[in-house]
């Protein structure tokens, strides 16, 4: 199974926003009820998008000023990302048929 990429200020240009796949970001916390919610819903998109998308999550307790860039104000935010564009910015825990349809929407 393919794995979640973990973002930092070092490889979020280079994994999300230079990616030649559409890429799905997750701002989260690991004190988050919603983000835990979300959490295994990515887990299984990142194996069922393998090779197609990349998975990505940001913790930004973690990754301060990757979420104060992104104008990051509540959790969990998912980013939709296709070539260095940011297509769609949602907060909150959504079920995972709207996750999917809205990544297909970018392959």
Known sequence: MKDIVY??????NSEAMESDVPVLVDFYADWCGPCKMV??????????????????????DEQRK??????????P???FIKNGEIKERI??????TVLEEKLEALL
């Open 91 to 96: 907060s909150g825990a959504l079920p995972q």
């Open 7 to 12: 973002l930092t200020e070092d490889n979020y």
């Open 66 to 75: 990757l979420a104060i860039a992104n104008k990051v104000m509540s959790i």
């Open 77 to 79: 935010t998912l980013f």
């Open 39 to 60: 959490g295994p819903i990515l887990e299984e998109m990142a194996g069922k998008y393998e090779g197609k998308a990349k998975i990505c999550k940001i913790n930004i």
